[in-house]
């Protein structure tokens, strides 16, 4: 079961490789990590997608409240949450199929950032299901390369989740 | 011999006049020191670290030159295990900051707190590859509590200040300060930081109530319950609120290596070590537990042999520990106890009552009883177990002790009695070979006026023997105790009972004549190949006025028992005689 952590730490240098040594040396899995900035100064987010069973995510949880640089950890995949990742893929397509693939691309509300005599470049954002989904679909046109971000994630309305 | 130059409130003093002058970062370092009431430093100089030797060399902090960097981390490690207070390593960049590796983690495995200063290149050169340089900070994330690497000189006061607040505080631990060159000879307005403000940190030290009432409920039901204490105990200094919880509640104590001396190893309650190298009376007792409360320990593989399911399985487990990341780590607990383990004693001791154990106690007794600790002995020949026994009764058990790594390690655990907390000084969790007699140094230096023992195997001895030079040059009045059976012995061991006598790499010849090596050093050195000899020869080197060496010729083929092999069960100890 996946499961996403929303982790708050010092902005410091080297303080994405303290959390992913922890994951590592501790033998938990990452399926995907993204940082940035938040609304306070000095303070960075990190979501971590895991796919661990709910044992060893307490554990996950208590290793990661040992280090210096992780001021807050919640669960978001135990509450009400909005997750989204940003995915850009290059499709192969002639001119002849172009609106063929916009067809596809429109349910999905995904654009087209770049064009070229061959190729697309297609921008999609949403949950992981929507995007794999999307993928699917534009396999049989010959996928070139795949960029995805990994979640970020935050809980829904004013909710205070505790850590 | 570095002497004080000045007296610790005159520094002060001077200390506070100094806010707001422009001062080198290595000058801010000695003065953050001794504010954080360090007297003792354990050293080596080199390139990097060249503008804090500087000044170090009119410093009132004693700073005592080891002769390899995993000495002095050693050294740091053992007056930290003697005192408590977090010891202080300073090495050079590359290579000095890489041989602290092994004293890092060593520390890190049993929650010793040490604050270790690196020297590394100047901040311009960094990532460079440049002479000496190494990303001690990247080498050592996994095995610090936490780690800094100093870019502006300004900041070193707030780091300092952290750094010792972490190193001790909660569940104690190493923390490394790398101080690049230009940054230690850079000149910035001191100021002394005075608060702390560390967001992701905050242990919680007080237990909840729901916890301690269920906890006492537990007890005053338990019929057949057991105490087992660990290094908690001795770092949090809760030794005689665990002798108090134990008789109220009349329940029987047994305490990890790293406990030992938690508990006082004579009191009628203690049943010895658990585990693979465990009594008879202790294994048993978990076997058939019906509440097992954990005090400071972290139930590790020497204890639970790694098979969960076969470990206290018809216990309630409950876990006091200031980790919360332990509790529930290992083995499921039916109450977690969070908190300082001295304040969670004292509150539960305001409320226990007697558990219902006076069969079980007499169980307890009956087993030890059955199955005391013993070993056979041999005409004419030194016996290791013996030889722990003399240094036992030569001091009345009042010594200081540390330890190697290996089968002599396990006997001064069986044959040495602790009466008090940190009086046994050994590495536990990473089992550190070379550590025990640089420790003995730390602890020494720590308590001038007790007797401190190194006990070393042969092989061990051998892998920081240069600091023989420490002992002599500063009249450090340690004891060794080399038990010396010309092998690897607990790997020989291994070999016998699990190899079939393939007997691989571990013969020891060609050790150097240990008396002849103390003395090049200009140390005593005395020899014992039986018992007469080793009588007299101990107690000329107990009377001498400095370090001595003995050099206790022992017989090789000697194991320790009883044994847990490697992942069996608690029941399927190995006592040594079954042969007979």
């Known amino acids: ?163 | 011999m570095c002497a004080q130059t000045a007296r610790a409130e005159d520094v002060m003093d001077l200390i506070k006049e100094e806010q707001g002058e422009m001062l080198s970062g290595a000058e801010i370092l000695l003065r953050c020191l001794i504010n954080e009431g360090v007297d003792h430093i354990f050293g080596y100089p080199g390139g990097a670290v060249l503008p804090i030797y500087d000044s170090l060399y009119s410093s009132a902090i004693n700073h005592i030159l080891m002769r390899h960097e995993q000495g002095a981390i050693h050294a740091a490690d053992g007056y930290a295990r003697a005192t408590g207070k977090p010891g202080v390593v300073i090495v050079t960049s590359g290579p000095g900051a890489t041989n602290l590796v092994t004293g890092i983690a060593t520390a890190q495995m049993d929650s010793i707190p040490l604050v270790c200063i690196t020297g590394n290149v100047a901040t311009t050169a960094i990532g460079t590859d440049a002479f000496q340089e190494a990303d001690i900070t990247g080498i050592t994330m996994p095995i610090t509590k936490h780690n800094y690497l100093v870019r502006d000189a300004k900041n070193l006061p707030r780091i300092i200040k952290e750094a010792f607040h972490i190193a001790s505080t909660g569940r104690p631990g190493p923390v490394l300060i790398d101080i690049p060159k230009d940054v230690s000879s850079s000149k910035v307005p001191f100021q002394m930081e005075e608060r702390l403000s560390l967001r992701g940190y905050n242990p919680t030290l007080k237990p909840h109530p729901l916890q301690v009432e269920r906890l006492v409920k537990a007890v005053a039901e338990a019929e057949r319950p057991v105490i087992l204490a660990g290094g908690g105990v001795v770092s949090g200094g809760a030794d005689r609120e665990l002798i108090r919880f134990a008789e109220e509640a009349r329940i029987p104590v047994t305490t990890t290596l790293m406990g030992l001396g938690g508990f006082p190893g004579n009191h009628p309650l203690c049943m010895g070590m658990p585990g693979m190298h465990g009594t008879y009376a202790a294994n048993q007792a978990l076997l058939e537990c019906d509440l097992l409360i954990g005090v400071g320990a972290r139930f590790d593989d020497r204890v639970t042999m790694g098979r969960i399911d076969k470990f206290a399985t018809k216990a309630k487990i409950v876990h006091i520990d200031i980790d919360p990341a332990e509790i529930g780590k290992t083995l499921e607990t039916y109450i977690p106890l969070v908190g300082d383990v001295k304040q969670v004693l004292s509150v539960v001791n305001e409320k226990v009552k007697p558990a219902r154990s006076e069969q079980w106690l007499q169980q307890i007794e009956a087993w030890k009883e059955e199955r005391p600790l013993t070993y056979d002995k041999h005409p004419d020949t030194l016996m290791p177990q013996w030889v722990i026994e003399l240094l036992y009764e030569s001091t009345s058990g009042d010594a200081i002790v540390t330890t190697d790594v290996g089968q002599h390690q396990m006997w001064v655990a069986q044959y040495f009695s602790f009466a008090e907390p940190r009086s046994c000084i050994s590495s536990g969790g990473l089992g550190t070979m070379g550590f025990g007699f640089p420790a003995a140094l730390g602890a020494q230096l720590a308590h001038p006026e007790r007797t401190v023992i190194s006990v070393n195997g042969d092989g061990g001895f051998q892998m920081n023997a240069q600091e023989l030079a420490v002992a002599a040059i500063n009249n450090i009045p340690v004891k060794v105790a080399i038990i010396n059976n010309l092998c690897l012995g607990m790997v020989r061991q291994w070999q016998e009972i699990f190899y079939e006598n393939r007997y691989s790499h571990i013969d020891l010849s060609g050790s150097p004549d240990f008396v002849k090596l103390a003395e090049a050093y200009g140390v005593r050195g005395f020899r014992a190949t039986n018992e007469k000899e080793a009588k007299q020869v101990w107690q000329e080197a107990l009377a001498h006025p400095g370090p001595a060496v003995v050099d206790f010729i022992v017989r090789e083929e000697e194991n320790v028992y009883p044994m847990v092999p490697a992942g069996k069960g608690l029941d399927e100890m190995i006592m040594g005689d079954e042969s007979e």
Not at chain 1, 120 to 137: C, P, S
């Open chain 1, 1 to 163: 079961m996946k499961h996403v952590l929303s982790i708050l730490v010092n902005d410091e240098p080297g303080v994405l490789a303290r959390v992913a040594g922890l994951f590592s040396r501790r033998n938990f899995n990452i399926d995907s990590i993204c940082v940035g900035e938040t609304e306070t100064p000095g303070v960075s987010r990190m979501v971590i997608v895991t796919s661990e069973d709910s044992q060893t995510m307490e554990q996950v949880k208590k290793q990661l409240h040992k280090l210096i640089d992780v001021i807050k950890v919640q669960e978001l995949s135990e509450h009400a949450m909005v997750a989204r990742e940003l995915m850009l893929v290059k499709v192969e397509v002639s001119p002849s199929a172009r609106s063929e693939v916009n067809g596809i691309l429109e349910p999905f509300r995904a654009s087209v950032v770049d064009v070229s005599p061959n190729a697309l470049i297609v921008q999609a954002t949403g949950d992981r299901d929507k995007l794999d989904a999307l993928v699917e679909l534009l396999h049989p046109y010959g996928i070139k390369e795949i960029s995805r971000t990994g979640l970020t994630a935050m809980t829904r309305g004013m909710v205070k989740v505790p850590s």
